[in-house]
């Protein structure tokens, strides 16, 4: 944006008060643009990962969330361990990656 942009000298500045102020202004105003800069390329990031597909081939991303994590037994008494247990967000959801035969988890933006 104001790459090319070259700040009056420290001289000038403590010899011109009005400069001076107007340069901690436009100091002030570029640490205000790079804070919401970092904050937009967060969000791009994290639109790119919920937008993406995470199994090769998939069609879309399904949505869950892990509601049991550790020892857990299954309806024959089978213990499963160490396990866990994701409710999915949707019938469809569910659906989708069972049909896809794998599973790829997101962990905070990463895979586990």
């Known amino acids: 944006m104001i790459d090319n942009f070259v700040?009056?000298?420290?001289?000038d500045r403590a010899e011109n008060d009005e400069l001076d102020r107007v340069c901690e202004a436009l100091e002030a105003a570029i640490e205000r643009?790079?804070?919401?800069n970092k904050r937009l390329d967060a969000a791009s990031?994290?639109?790119i990962l919920d937008g993406s597909d995470h199994i090769p081939d998939a069609t879309k991303?399904?949505?869950g969330d892990?509601?049991?994590?550790?020892e857990l037994t299954d309806n024959d008494d089978n213990i499963c361990?160490?396990?866990m247990l994701v409710q999915f967000a949707s019938v469809e959801d569910f659906q989708?990656?069972?049909?896809a035969g794998q599973c790829q988890l997101s962990v905070f933006g990463g895979d586990a």
């Open 61 to 63: 991303m399904v949505r």
């Open 81 to 83: 361990s160490p396990a």
């Open 45 to 47: 990031q994290q639109e």
């Open 96 to 99: 989708a990656a069972r049909a």
């Open 33 to 36: 643009i790079d804070v919401q």
């Open 66 to 70: 892990v509601v049991a994590m550790g």
């Open 7 to 11: 700040f009056p000298s420290d001289q």
